[in-house]
């Protein structure tokens, strides 16, 4: 039986973790490369690193800060942030990186989603989605939340896997930072529309929100930030709820 997944994300701006609400308000959460090492020890299966302000200024990942952080690190890695051509995607990958996500650049060039599955391979290709609700769908939207695409995420994610992705990563712009649990109906819908791996993220406050996002909403892994960068919880504590709901995890170290 396959595990599921907690993963550790760290928003990453001017060479530290921040973390915010929906987006905006960001504050200073500490050294990545520490953070990384935390959470590792803890038990996480992954961490996911993204360069929140890479797109917008107009500038690839800090891959030093990557290779620093991936030196120390004995489980997967996922890099996002500034991915512009298959060159970006291979240095990140050079770096240390074991996949790369992608927003932005996937949305304005769908072929770099076939070019790098093409070259490295589906398992390293992460479609990284943004997603706000919008009356009845949700709306894709790019360069760190800040411009709507007028996209359908449900229709995007699908269309993500068509071109390549090997894994989709779920975030609800409402839920973010805001601690009131995944956007479940979301989760759900586009788990149900793809066959990839699923990430949730956006909205974890408890571990019971890890719970609903495994068993209500279909995904495959949980990313979590502001909870475990303020020491609300931890992921020994999540895992352990996880295994006393059934939910199979990899054991935390």
């Not at 915010?20 to 090492?37: C, I, Q």
């Not at 149900?192 to 699923?198: D, F, G, K, L, Q």
Request: glycine letters at 10%.
């Amino acid at each position: 039986m396959l595990t599921h997944r907690v993963i550790a994300c760290l928003d990453v701006k001017d060479g530290r973790v921040v973390k915010g609400t929906s987006f905006v308000n960001l504050r200073d959460a500490g050294d990545p490369v520490a953070l990384a090492e935390r959470y590792e020890a803890q038990g996480a299966d992954e961490i996911v690193f993204l360069d929140i302000a890479a797109t917008n200024e107009g500038r690839v990942t800090l891959l030093d800060l990557v290779r620093r952080t991936a030196e120390r690190l004995f489980i997967p890695l996922t890099v996002g942030g500034g991915m512009r051509s298959v060159d970006d995607i291979a240095n990140a990958l050079r770096a240390g990186a074991d996949k790369v996500a992608m927003n932005s650049a996937a949305v304005r060039r769908p072929q770099l989603l076939t070019q790098a599955a093409s070259r490295f391979g589906s398992q390293c290709v992460v479609a990284s989605i943004d997603a706000l609700k919008r009356g009845d769908f949700w709306e894709v939207h790019v360069n760190g939340g800040t411009q709507p695409t007028g996209l359908d995420a449900i229709d995007w994610a699908k269309r993500c896997v068509q071109l390549g992705a090997g894994e989709i990563l779920l975030t609800s712009i409402d839920r973010d930072g805001g601690r009131s649990g995944y956007d479940i109906e979301l989760l759900s819908r586009v788990s149900s529309a793809v066959t990839v791996p699923i990430v949730a993220s956006g909205g974890a406050g408890s571990a019971r929100d890890v719970v609903d996002a495994f068993t209500l909403g279909g995904a495959d892994a949980a990313l979590l930030a502001g909870v475990l960068h303020d020491a609300t919880t931890d992921i020994r504590s999540i895992k352990a709820a996880l295994q006393v709901a059934s939910i199979p995890v990899r054991t935390a170290a």
